[in-house]
């Protein structure tokens, strides 16, 4: 978007500051009401703790233990409207949950559900049994998957022959995994955009703050930009209460946690798990999981105090934990940081607590407000805590409200609305094919590349195929499985203000590392060339893409 550093004040109905999943899903619901909004992001777009998940689309079995069933309901619902409404990177994920005792854990189970947060966490074959059932209840509406089975040890040994032969116990239950998790926060966006023209999105763009009810933006060329709105939400996450204190309005909101991941490559780990996810129980009691993500093994995560995001990153002792965890549960196969090609952290903005365990602290979320103050005459809704699974859920929630506050009704619901690509999307295997087929003869291109763009895009992959038939597809040498026209059209459509965007965010070249630095050259070239960069700032952006990887991700160039 232009900056402007003109005195005009442009006007809207809502301002959003905070493009994660929640600021972006609410951006969404709003637009589709007929509102002007605009939303603003001092990084990119999902750039923050929403790029930093466990990449799961789940209803939360754990917060059966904290008897947050309320919660539990609504993310077994929203889990299952996303696995309708976003098919192109949300699918079904049969999870094996061990056991490695009969009884453990139904008393401590027991105290937590009366309040305690000191309870320990172990998790014995009968509590698993009872919240497996439990979870198939909460999860019946829109039911899309099957209901658990359980099995006891010899035949958990033969669904899982690798793992320890300590376990009693196992069973199997259905969640969901999402594989792009930023480009959905980007589709939220965009969406948005194309249902209310009058709105806005901005980012590389930074609140300087706010006079007599004016916001002061500066966009990432240095122009300064003037907005108002009658509602202020603050979607900031983990800096929520950095936001507030620069429009005035001081107290303690946000309470984070670190969760660290690691991304390893073990073919023989990934084919021992044949397409399941293994949530268990670590040594210490604590939930690790480790799943199949794009051909590589996702082992998470941790869960530690902290409220740092611009610091926040894997270290060392985690990575301990997860290798020592991995090698205690599947002791036939071996563990190193060897094997590991990529590595993220990021703070959950979870409400401020006192909990003394980390993992007990309420995944619910709420909005307070703070009604207008002196030389604030708008009120700024928080959106404070939350999680990927429930953000539709949340946005509706403040939408309303919001529609309530300015005596608008709603016009559209989101429940059943499909995203980005995910209209029309051919969720069998016949309709994929026959979709496949069609293209492949219109485009002369292999069936195996319209079956990637298809995974990447969804059937946002007709308007990347209709940009390669115009520029042709010559492939990348450096960039497997990428073409120049495919890189080029994500640079000129889809709000890129750097080179990480690319590799971070609109592909998932960085996560699966397949980032090499003959690779980000030749994405840098075509990022240039699209953009307009001279060559010291295609220089300057491959210099701290490379910086980033190195110093957040354990890539080193």
Request: glycine share 10%; hydrophobic share 40%.
């Amino acid at each position: 978007m232009t900056d402007t550093t003109s005195a005009t004040v442009e006007t809207f109905d809502v301002i959003i500051l905070g493009a994660g999943i929640n600021g972006a899903g609410l951006f969404r619901d709003l637009c589709l009401q007929g509102l002007k909004c605009l939303i603003v992001d001092k990084a990119d777009f999902g750039s923050g703790t929403s790029a930093a998940p466990s990449r799961l689309i789940h209803g939360g079995i754990k917060y059966l233990e904290t008897g947050e069933l309320g919660l539990v309901a609504q993310s077994t619902l929203e889990r299952n409207l996303l696995l309708r409404n976003a098919p192109h990177c949300v699918e079904a994920l049969p999870t094996f949950i061990p056991s490695f005792s009969l009884m453990k854990g139904a008393f401590a189970a027991l105290r937590t559900l009366f309040g305690s947060t000191t309870a320990p966490r172990s998790r014995g074959a009968v509590l698993i049994k009872i919240g497996l059932a439990l979870y198939d209840l909460y999860g019946a509406r829109h039911r899309v998957m099957p209901k658990h089975q359980f099995f006891f040890r010899r035949k958990a040994l033969e669904e899982m022959p690798e793992i320890t032969p300590r376990i009693v116990a196992g069973g199997i239950y259905y969640d969901a995994k999402i594989s792009r998790p930023e480009r959905l926060v980007w589709e939220l966006v965009r969406d948005g955009l194309d249902a209310s023209p009058g709105s806005a999105a901005m980012n590389g763009t930074t609140l300087l703050g706010q006079e007599g009810g004016v916001l002061r933006l500066q966009g990432p060329n240095g122009g300064e930009r003037r907005v108002r709105a009658g509602i202020v939400v603050n979607a900031a996450g983990p800096w929520i209460d950095v936001v507030n204190a620069t429009l005035g309005i001081s107290g303690k909101l946000i309470g984070g946690t670190k969760g660290s991941h690691i991304l390893l490559k073990h073919p023989e780990l990934v084919k021992s798990l044949k397409g399941l996810m293994i949530y268990f129980e670590a040594d210490d009691g604590r939930i690790c999981l480790v799943y199949d993500f794009l051909g590589l093994a996702l082992v998470g995560s941790t869960d530690i105090k902290a409220d740092n995001p611009e610091t926040v990153r894997c270290e060392e002792d985690e990575v301990d934990y997860f290798l020592a965890s991995l090698s205690s549960l599947l002791p036939k196969l071996d563990f190193s940081r060897d094997q590991i090609v990529y590595a993220y952290s990021g703070i959950r903005p979870l409400p401020a607590s006192d909990a003394s365990n980390p993992g007990l602290i309420s995944r619910d979320h709420s909005a307070p407000v703070a009604e207008p103050g002196e030389g604030r005459p708008f009120p700024v809704i928080s959106l404070v805590g939350g999680k990927w699974t429930t953000f539709r859920g949340f946005a509706e929630e403040v939408a309303d409200t919001i529609l309530a506050r300015i005596g608008r009704n709603r016009k559209t619901s989101t429940q059943m609305l499909p995203i980005g690509g995910g209209r029309g999307f051919p969720v069998d295997d016949a309709a994929r094919r026959a979709w496949i087929s069609e293209r492949t003869a219109k485009s002369g291109l292999p069936a195996q590349r319209i079956e990637a763009l298809l995974a990447r895009y969804g059937t946002t992959a007709d308007t990347v195929l209709a940009h390669i038939a115009q520029v042709g597809d010559t492939p990348l040498p450096h960039v497997d499985g990428y073409g120049r026209a495919e890189i080029d059209w994500i640079a000129r459509n889809e709000m890129v203000g750097h080179l990480a965007d690319i590799v971070l965010r609109r592909t998932t070249l960085a996560i699966e590392g397949k980032v090499t630095a003959a690779g980000l050259n030749e994405i840098a070239d075509i990022a240039a060339a699209a953009l307009g960069w001279d060559e010291a700032r295609r220089a300057a952006e491959i210099a701290a893409i490379a910086e980033h990887l190195t110093a957040f991700n354990r890539v080193s160039l």
